[in-house]
């Protein structure tokens, strides 16, 4: 099963990169859904790191447990396209299931809609997830629903990551 965004983010793609590699980003993303707290390591870096990182995931405020989540993260570049791209799974919870969990988020230049060619840069923004598993059809519109809010916070708070992340 697949859920994808295309967005255009009102902001830099430097800015929107360092945004993807927050995790102060991504707990707001999930704002108010779910609550993330790091496990392995203890804390949270200002970015994330290469390699996997160990989370556990509650929502309603902390209040109902979802479980553990391994984020095992790389990055590449394309073609000017970076990305970010995180093949972990859930150890634990509803998702713990899912045989297959890829997570591919890229960001590129593209000229901002309200401005000619090359006057200024906005971020198209690609967020692609493939999962497959016995629990993947009736997830599949959870995980739908999931990524369009996702896709609506990061439209929301890209007008910050500029200033947020000195790009």
């Not at 859904?33 to 392995?40: G, R, Y």
């Not at 790389?74 to 045989?99: Q, S, Y």
Request: aromatic share 8%; proline share 11%; hydrophobic share 40%.
């Amino acid at each position: 099963m697949r859920v994808q965004l295309k967005l255009v983010l009102d902001c830099p793609p430097d800015a929107a990169w360092e945004a993807i590699r927050s995790p102060d980003v991504f707990r707001e993303v999930y704002h108010p859904l779910a609550n993330v707290e790091p496990i392995d390591p203890p804390t949270f870096p200002e970015r994330w790191p290469d390699g996997p990182t160990l989370l556990r995931v509650t929502s309603i405020s902390g209040l109902v447990p979802l479980g553990e989540q391994v984020m095992d993260l790389a990055r590449a570049e394309r073609d000017g396209v970076r990305i970010l791209e995180d093949r972990g799974h859930a150890v634990t919870g509803p998702l713990a299931a899912l045989t297959l969990w890829r997570h591919r988020m890229a960001v590129s230049a593209i000229d901002a809609p309200s401005t000619g060619p090359g006057q200024r840069t906005a971020t198209l923004y690609r967020d692609r997830l493939d999962v497959r598993g016995p629990t993947s059809v009736p997830l599949w519109p959870v995980l739908w629903e999931l990524w369009q809010y996702r896709g609506g916070r990061l439209k929301k708070l890209a007008p910050t990551f500029a200033r947020r992340f000195g790009r």
